[in-house]
C-alpha cells in the first residue's frame, strides 16, 4: 500500500542488510518507525509487546522467526567449532556420508530448531496463524540437513507464506465488493456506511488487509463509502491504525466511541458491519478483539448484517465450540489504566487514566458465536457462517476434522 507515495508493507525481508524489518505499529499514527528483528527473542518481543499486530501479519512474522532461529543457530554452531566445518558452517555442505556422532549433533540441531519455534508459538495464544506460520516453515526446514538449505528453503517459503497471504486479501477484497456495490445500488449511489472494529487493514497483514480489503476494493472502483472507525479500546487501534490507513488512502471515514455502533445502528446510519478475526472455528464461531461480540449483537437487533472477514489460514480446523475451545489472551492491566497520544510539543506520552489503586482488566479478545454472522468473507468466496458452508468452500479439510 502507498504510504507518502511510496509502496510500504509492515513487514519484509532486507535483503541488503538480510535481516527483518517491519514499522513498529506502537507508534503510529504519530511517528512512522522502523524496527529490525535480527533474533528469535527480536521476534518474540515484536509479537508480544506489538510492533506487529493482527492475525495475518502474526503469522508471516513467526514465519521469518524461523528463518531467525537457523541463522542464530548456524551462529551457534560456528562459535562452538564442534563441526569439523564450523568455521564456515552458514554455506558448506554437510557431507551425506556423517558419521554416527554428527548425525547425532544435526539431531540435536532440529531439537534446538524446534524448541525455538514452540518459543516463537507461544508469544500470542489466540491467533491461530501464528503456530500455522511457524509450523508450515519448520516443516520445510526439517527436510534439509546442511545449514545453507536450510536457510535458503526457510527463507523462501517465509517470502512466499507473504505473497500468499497478500493475494488472499486482494481475493477478499474482489468477493467482498460485490457486498458493496449490492447495497450501494439498493440506494441509488448515495454512500455507504461500514462500521468496523480494531484494525483488520494491511497493517494487520501485508496488503489489502481482511476487513478493510472491501473497503479499499469498493473505494478503488468508484463506490462512495464511509467508515465508521470504533476507537477501539485499550490500545486504539482502531483510532491509531485504521483512521491513519483510511486517511492515507483517501478514504471518508469518521473514529467513533466503541460504544457508538449500537446507536448508530438504531437509527439507520450503517448499512454493513465487517470486522476481522483472530481465529475462527470450523463451525463459525469468531475470535476477535475484545468488543466484537457487543458489535455483533447490536446488528443483530437492527438487522444490520454482520460478516467477518477472514483468509483460510485464520482457520482453526480442529475447534468446534469456540467459546470453550479459544484461549483468551488477558494482557498486562495498565494497557488499560494509561492511554498513549501526542502532546502539544510532538512527544509520544503515555497517562494515567483510572485512580492508581484501581485494579483492571485486560482481556485482549472475545468469540462471537455463528449464529450472530452474517457470513465469512474468504479468498474462494463467500459462505455463511456454518461447518457445512465453511466446509463446500474448503473440501481438502473435510477429512481432517475428527
Known amino acids: 500500500m502507498k504510504v507518502d507515495g511510496k509502496d510500504m508493507r509492515p513487514i519484509w525481508f532486507d535483503s541488503v542488510s538480510q535481516?527483518?524489518?517491519?514499522?513498529?505499529?506502537?507508534?503510529?499514527?504519530?511517528?512512522?518507525v522502523v524496527a529490525e528483528l535480527r533474533t528469535v527473542d527480536n521476534v518474540i518481543d515484536a509479537i508480544k509487546r506489538m510492533f506487529v499486530r493482527g492475525a495475518p501479519l502474526i503469522g508471516v512474522t513467526g514465519a521469518f522467526g524461523v528463518y531467525n532461529a537457523i541463522v542464530e543457530l548456524c551462529q551457534k554452531q560456528k562459535r562452538s567449532r564442534q563441526h569439523k566445518n564450523a568455521s564456515d558452517a552458514c554455506s558448506k555442505k554437510i557431507s551425506a556420508a556423517v558419521s554416527d556422532k554428527d548425525r547425532a549433533y544435526d539431531k540435536a540441531c532440529d531439537d534446538y530448531l524446534k524448541r525455538e519455534c514452540q518459543r516463537l508459538k507461544d508469544a500470542r495464544p489466540t491467533a491461530v496463524n501464528l503456530a500455522w506460520g511457524v509450523n508450515r516453515v519448520l516443516e520445510v526446514a526439517l527436510r534439509y540437513e546442511q545449514y545453507d538449505k536450510k536457510l535458503m528453503a526457510v527463507l523462501q517459503e517465509a517470502c512466499?507464506?507473504?505473497?500468499?497471504?497478500?493475494?488472499?486479501?486482494?481475493?477478499i477484497g474482489e468477493h467482498g465488493l460485490r457486498l458493496i456495490e449490492e447495497i450501494s445500488r439498493r440506494k441509488e449511489g448515495k454512500p455507504v456506511n461500514i462500521l468496523t472494529h480494531c484494525n483488520a487493514g494491511w497493517l494487520a497483514t501485508v496488503e489489502y488487509g481482511t476487513a478493510t480489503a472491501p473497503m479499499y476494493t469498493a473505494f478503488d472502483r468508484g463506490v462512495d463509502i464511509h467508515v465508521w472507525v470504533d476507537e477501539t479500546r485499550p490500545?486504539?487501534?482502531?483510532?491509531?491504525?485504521?483512521?491513519?490507513?483510511?486517511?492515507?488512502?483517501?478514504?471518508?471515514?469518521?473514529?467513533?466511541?466503541?460504544?457508538?455502533?449500537?446507536?448508530?445502528?438504531?437509527?439507520?446510519?450503517?448499512d454493513i458491519v465487517i470486522v476481522g478475526t483472530d481465529r475462527t472455528t470450523r463451525t463459525g464461531d469468531v475470535a476477535n478483539k475484545i468488543g466484537t461480540y457487543l458489535k455483533a449483537l447490536a446488528a443483530n437487533d437492527n438487522s444490520v448484517p454482520f460478516y467477518v472477514a477472514l483468509p483460510s489460514s485464520t482457520f482453526d480446523w480442529s475447534l468446534?465450540?469456540?467459546?470453550?475451545?479459544?484461549?483468551?489472551?488477558?494482557?498486562?492491566?495498565?494497557?488499560i489504566r494509561h492511554v498513549q497520544g501526542i502532546d502539544a510539543q510532538g512527544n509520544l506520552i503515555s497517562v494515567l487514566v483510572p485512580p492508581q489503586q484501581s485494579g483492571a482488566a485486560n482481556h485482549a479478545f472475545d468469540v462471537t458465536p455463528s449464529r450472530l454472522v452474517t457470513g465469512f468473507i474468504t479468498e474462494r468466496g463467500i459462505c455463511e457462517a456454518s461447518e457445512e458452508s465453511i466446509l463446500s468452500l474448503f473440501p481438502e479439510h473435510a477429512g481432517n476434522i475428527g
Open 320 to 335: 468446534k465450540d469456540g467459546v470453550k475451545d479459544i484461549p483468551i489472551e488477558e494482557r498486562d492491566p495498565d494497557e
Open 160 to 171: 512466499q507464506i507473504v505473497e500468499e497471504e497478500a493475494e488472499n486479501c486482494r481475493l
Open 19 to 32: 535481516t527483518v524489518k517491519v514499522i513498529d505499529q506502537r507508534m503510529l499514527p504519530h511517528k512512522l
Open 235 to 270: 490500545l486504539n487501534q482502531g483510532a491509531r491504525l485504521t483512521a491513519w490507513e483510511l486517511g492515507r488512502h483517501g478514504i471518508k471515514h469518521t473514529v467513533i466511541t466503541d460504544n457508538a455502533g449500537g446507536h448508530l445502528m438504531q437509527h439507520g446510519m450503517v
